[in-house]
């Protein structure tokens, strides 16, 4: 059974930090690239940042690059999210991804966690 479970969400004042972590089983996790998405009220699912699983490249939207920092573990299946000088326009709901293009291809989703950014 595939699961994606996100932990380290909460509430934080702007200027703050969260690490967001992502425990990944059932699936070869070394095989797969690992993303961040996340969602706020109103908006459309976007994608925060990814690592892939070749050679640990990484990729951030251009709202979070130099603030976000994306990292993997393979030997414990984790992905994390390290989030510095949070603004109140990071607040949303963030979801690990696990993708792998070639085949056989799969997607997979945890079930989100939330970050507010509130004084």
């Known amino acids: 059974q595939v699961q994606l479970v996100e932990s380290g969400g909460g509430l934080v004042q702007p200027g703050g930090s969260l690490r967001l972590s992502c425990a990944a089983s059932?699936?070869?996790?070394?095989?797969?690239?690992m993303n961040w998405y996340r969602q706020a009220p109103g908006k459309e699912r976007e994608l925060v940042a990814g690592?892939?699983?070749?050679?640990?490249?990484?990729n951030y939207a251009d709202s979070v690059k130099g603030r976000f920092t994306i990292s993997r573990d393979n030997a414990k299946n984790t992905v994390s999210l390290q989030m510095n000088s949070l603004k109140p326009e990071d607040t949303a709901v963030y979801y690990c991804?696990?993708?792998?293009?070639?085949?056989?291809?799969?997607?997979?989703w945890g079930q989100g966690t939330q970050v507010t950014v509130s004084s």
């Open positions: 991804n696990a993708r792998r293009d070639r085949f056989p291809r799969a997607t997979y």
């Open positions: 690592i892939i699983s070749t050679d640990d490249s990484t």
């Open positions: 059932g699936f070869t996790f070394s095989l797969f690239a």
